[in-house]
């Protein structure tokens, strides 16, 4: 590089072409690891429900590429990276695979295990692939790891700093089996060798990519796609008026106090070309699992800013050049050690909520109103066709709809905002014939949209049997009330609240509490919830007529609810009656609001 070049802080033997066609590579990279795991993993979390993320970083583990197929699990991956690499720092090796789940290390919840594969070309360490995953059994005290009575990570699992699972290429077997051997299902073992799998097919590809392009060619590439992502970031950052934003959103029941209403607050700062939040005011940690430890809570900013900022921004740390997290530690948001914290992912619920509530007013055509916050069950126990332990989670069951945004409606049956949209429903075939369970009803929910003009997307009923005896539910989420659903924007309303009721054989019914272990559940009974929708984005009374009319005759909301929320009279025959409607929407509306006529 010319001495010119170094002072304007261009390198001119950057090739752009070359950068395009590596960053390309780089995401193929990333979805080959990814269809790894889905077609050889076993359990239905990595397979139907894709629970799991992968990424690439360099040798300092600098993240370089990051294909989310669950977001949440993404950003929060990075910190366990690092402390995986220090922890083996002089004693790194082509063959390794390291293995790590430890929250006061890094981690973000017990139950995703992350695996690591260094790459290295001749002696020299290159990169890494990674793969975080969720697990469907990691030990502790209840199958599955959610134990709503936990006080202490020991009660939740097993507690993994980083180890070596392969040394130089050969496994360890007194480590492989002390895992193992506290975990209930092997199901989670042959998981675990699918994500070796897919970090040992990233290692692969990557080694081709080095072929082509020998390591100080990717390394100057590599280092340009951090310049660009950062550039790309504060471009976007610009577009957001300076100044100070503020909001808060509760949180209800710690696990042990039911009634008790947590808060979780923001305050950002825009200035210029940076954005920092800070989390002073949120609620100090919890005596239970609810509480989400910092790499949770990073990674819930990182989703809520790659939404806000609307570019296909590259997923990199590039974007931490320019962004500031304060998590006060002790916080709900950065437990001190030993917090239970497994409910912590979570709360990316009400993180990434309290984040665009707080930027609603600066970037209204970027928000979105309230996702359905997740409300989920973990069920135990003998499947009597085999006579084996099943775990199963819930999935179909929390897919509520997300906020409608400016000119859209919310998505239906989405799921949690943690998610992205990725978290993949069970086939409801493959869900009886995985664990037995007989399925009643799978359906959209009617009426569960928050009204708006671009309305909530709906959420779902999920109603089955349970076929076998003696199971135990881990019940786990929020937003069974009003005042903890989804909520809308701009006069938009709220989604409606989830519900979750068990009904026994003997016709009693019992209505969980919202973190709650419930055991002894007999044979024949059924789980009957409903995953609420999203919030609403403007006033519904806004909402064109004959949009809300398709929505009447396609079942998504009731006659009723036009009549009621939107200020429309359907008949029964499907059309609108334009006079009673345009009578019922100039009595409703306020008088600042431009009403929209019957017939627009």
């Known amino acids: 590089m010319s001495e010119n070049e170094r002072k304007s802080g261009r390198d001119d033997s950057l090739d752009p072409v070359v950068t395009s066609v590596i960053a390309s590579r780089l995401?193929?990279?990333?979805?080959?690891?990814?269809?790894?795991?889905?077609?050889?993993?076993?359990?239905p979390l990595l397979v139907e429900g894709r629970d799991f993320s992968v990424g690439i970083y360099d040798a300092n583990g600098v993240l370089i590429h990051q294909t989310e197929y669950i977001p949440i699990l993404g950003y929060a991956t990075a910190p366990g990276v690092q402390q995986v690499i220090d922890a083996f720092e002089g004693d790194i090796n082509e063959g390794d695979v390291m293995l790590h789940n430890d929250v006061f290390t890094g981690g973000n919840q017990p139950s995703d295990w992350k695996v690591l594969k260094p790459v290295f070309v001749e002696d020299e360490l290159v990169a890494w692939t990674v793969i975080n995953a969720h697990q469907a059994d990691v030990g502790g005290s209840v199958p599955g790891s959610y134990n709503p009575d936990a006080?202490?990570?020991?009660?939740?699992?097993?507690?993994?700093?980083?180890?070596?699972l392969y040394d130089g290429g050969e496994r360890r077997d007194d480590v492989w089996e002390l895992i193992f051997g506290n975990v209930r299902l092997d199901v989670v073992s042959d998981d675990v060798r699918a994500m070796i799998g897919g970090c040992t097919v990233g290692e692969r590809n990557l080694h081709e990519l080095l072929e082509r392009y020998d390591v100080e060619t990717f390394h100057r590439h590599k280092s340009e796609l951090l310049d660009?992502?950062?550039?790309?970031?504060?471009?976007?950052?610009?577009?957001?008026?300076?100044?100070?934003?503020?909001?808060?959103?509760?949180?209800v029941d710690d696990g042990f106090d039911h009634e008790r209403e947590m808060t979780i607050a923001v305050t950002i700062e825009v200035a210029g070309e940076t954005m920092s939040f800070d989390f002073a005011g949120t609620t100090d940690q919890t005596p239970g699992y609810v509480n989400a430890p910092r790499a949770v809570t990073m990674s819930s900013v990182m989703i809520t800013i790659f939404m806000i900022l609307e570019e296909h921004i590259p997923h990199n740390d590039g974007i931490l050049r320019c962004v500031d997290i304060d998590i006060p530690s002790g916080s709900m948001l950065n437990p001190d050690f030993p917090a239970a914290s497994a409910f912590g992912n979570h709360l990316s619920d009400q993180i990434c909520t309290v984040i665009m509530d707080a930027l609603a007013d600066a970037v209204p055509k970027r928000v979105t109103a309230g996702w359905?916050?997740?409300l989920c069950g973990l069920v135990s126990g003998i499947d009597p066709r085999i006579d084996e332990p099943y775990v199963d989670l819930i999935l179909n069951?929390?897919?509520?709809?997300?906020?409608?945004?400016?000119?859209?409606?919310?998505?239906?049956h989405i799921g949690l905002i943690a998610s992205g949209g990725a978290i993949a429903a069970q086939d409801p075939e493959m869900f009886e014939i995985q664990d037995p369970?007989?399925?009643?009803?799978?359906e959209f929910e009617q009426d569960s949209a928050g009204a708006g003009r671009w309305r909530g997307?709906?959420?779902?009923?999920?109603?089955?049997?349970?076929?076998?005896?003696?199971?135990?539910?881990?019940?786990?989420?929020?937003?069974?009330?009003?005042?903890?659903?989804?909520?809308g924007l701009f006069d938009g309303l709220r989604g409606s609240p989830n519900a979750l009721e068990l009904e026994y054989p003997d016709g009693d019914t019992y209505e969980p509490e919202l973190k709650e272990l419930v055991g002894g559940i007999p044979k024949g009974t059924t789980w009957k919830q409903v995953a609420g929708g999203g919030g609403?984005?403007?006033?519904?009374?806004?909402?064109?007529?004959?949009?809300?009319?398709?929505?009447?005759?396609?079942?998504?909301?009731?006659?009723e609810a036009a009549k009621s929320e939107y200020g429309v009279v359907v008949t029964k025959d499907g059309t609108v009656n334009t006079d009673q409607t345009e009578q019922l929407r100039r009595e409703l509306a306020p008088t600042d609001l431009e009403v929209v006529d019957a017939d627009s």
């Open 437 to 442: 369970h007989f399925l009643h009803h799978y």
């Open 372 to 374: 359905n916050p997740l």
């Open 228 to 251: 660009s992502t950062e550039k790309m970031v504060r471009e976007g950052i610009q577009e957001i008026p300076d100044g100070t934003y503020e909001s808060e959103v509760p949180v």
């Open 151 to 164: 006080t202490e990570i020991w009660q939740e699992a097993l507690r993994i700093p980083p180890v070596k």
């Open 27 to 43: 995401e193929g990279i990333g979805r080959k690891m990814g269809t790894t795991i889905e077609r050889s993993a076993r359990s």
């Open 457 to 487: 997307g709906l959420g779902v009923r999920t109603e089955f049997e349970f076929l076998a005896d003696g199971v135990e539910a881990s019940i786990f989420g929020d937003g069974d009330s009003t005042e903890t659903a989804a909520p």
């Open 397 to 412: 069951g929390t897919k509520g709809g997300s906020g409608g945004t400016y000119n859209a409606d919310g998505y239906d």
């Open 536 to 559: 609403g984005y403007g006033n519904p009374l806004e909402r064109p007529v004959e949009t809300v009319a398709e929505d009447v005759r396609n079942g998504l909301i009731s006659p």
